[in-house]
């Protein structure tokens, strides 16, 4: 396994590229650190797949290196790169055993004899295939095959790292869950690299000890799960992650207060005067933001409460900008009117759309 180094990493797919818009992936350095299981997240067209194939050598970038443990990979193909692929679709030899096919890729590498047998074991053993690995590939159902093709991205124990390609688009859905736990187990078992890339935050969330979301072909944060849903580095990973997603309102912000639609709100943090042509607005999530009678808090119109089974999620509106919040289990809503109270704490500012760190009191 290894450490990979993103330096200076840009890919254009036009020659001579003139401006931001021109890279499917902008210039970007980052550091993803040996034996971590990294998420890439983001919508289509985000580059998620134009980064992939660039640590994998599929894709030579236009500018800048990968390193793999210091080492530069950039102008390797992918057979010297020391990685193993697994692919949305199951790649799995139907004329093998599952045995023979969870040990191709070792005895490809020249290993024989015992050494093989143990690690198929052990890996047929975690994926619960052990009772399957004398029967051929040939009239195994879709979810068994892509649990093959997940062993056998597993089976090497020296690989740099191991890339995921949406695993699990043709996977059940009841079984999509249980594989994702397995995956993080074995992650943990095995103490190996991992990136798997999805536009789907779920599994991004379960999977991942650092999601890395992507937005027009940028990263937009590196973080935990839980840190992407308290303090979202951009107003794109506060509308990505969570549902509902977080809400932006154009805002002033001044000191330790945000005056929206005319309404001053308290900060938990204070900020200098933002303006200088920068879009300032405020991000809330539904979580931090709690409907209450009308007159204890800044008044809003209701326009309608979904019953999402756990929670209450009420649409409504300030000063006619529309946003989501919490409703209180023991709060009946009756009427239109009422009023949102909301955690300081975890209002956050952004300007342009980037964080804008406040000073804590
Ligand atoms: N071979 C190519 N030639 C030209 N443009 C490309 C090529 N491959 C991708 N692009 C463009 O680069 C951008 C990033 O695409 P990419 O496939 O990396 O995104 P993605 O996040 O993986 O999307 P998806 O989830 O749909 O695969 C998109 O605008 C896409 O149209």
Redesign the pocket.
């Known amino acids: 396994m290894a450490r990979i180094d993103l330096q200076n990493l840009g890919h254009s ?2 020659p001579n590229p003139r401006s931001d818009t021109d890279y ?2 902008k210039p970007m350095t980052h550091v993803w650190e040996q034996g971590g299981a990294y998420a890439l997240l ?12 660039i640590i994998s050598g599929l894709l030579t970038p236009s500018e800048g290196r990968v390193l793999f443990d210091g080492k530069d990979v950039t102008a390797l193909p992918t057979e010297a790169r020391n990685i193993a692929q697994v692919f949305q679709f199951p790649v799995v030899y139907d004329t093998m055993t599952v045995y023979e096919n969870l040990a191709f890729p070792l005895r490809n590498r020249g290993l024989r004899g015992p050494a093989v047998d143990a690690r198929v074991r052990e890996i047929a053993e975690l994926l619960d295939l052990t009772p399957d690995l004398k029967r051929r590939g040939r009239g195994l159902t879709a979810d068994a095959k892509q649990k093959i093709s997940l062993g056998r991205g597993l089976v090497r124990p020296d690989v740099a790292a191991i890339l995921f390609d ?1 695993p699990l688009t043709v996977i059940d859905p009841h079984l999509k869950w249980e594989l994702r736990s397995k995956l993080k187990a074995l992650h943990r078992a095995l103490d190996l690299t991992m990136i798997y ?1 999805t ?1 789907d935050q779920t599994e991004a969330l379960t999977f991942a000890d650092k999601v890395v979301v ?1 937005h027009d ?1 940028r990263v937009v944060q590196i973080g935990r799960p839980d840190e992407l849903f308290a303090k979202p580095a951009h107003v794109f990973v506060g509308h990505f992650i969570g549902s509902p997603g977080m809400n932006v309102l154009p805002a002033e912000v001044a000191g330790r207060a945000a005056k929206i639609g005319g309404h001053v709100i308290p900060l938990g943090r204070a900020y200098p005067p933002l303006n200088g042509g920068e879009k300032i607005e405020v991000g809330v999530r539904p979580e931090f933001a709690t409907l209450a009678p009308a007159g204890t808090g800044v008044p809003v119109r209701v326009t309608r409460i979904d019953d999402l089974g756990r929670v209450r999620i009420a649409k409504v509106e300030l000063s006619g900008l529309p946003m989501a919040a919490t409703v209180p289990e023991n709060l009946s809503v009756t009427g239109d009117e009422a009023s949102l109270t909301f955690d300081p704490s975890m209002i956050h500012v952004y300007a342009n759309g980037s964080l804008v760190e406040g000073e804590a009191a």
Do not use: R, W
């Open positions: 797919y036009t499917a992936l983001g919508p289509s067209g985000c580059g998620k797949t134009t980064l992939l194939n949406e890339v536009h992507m072909g």
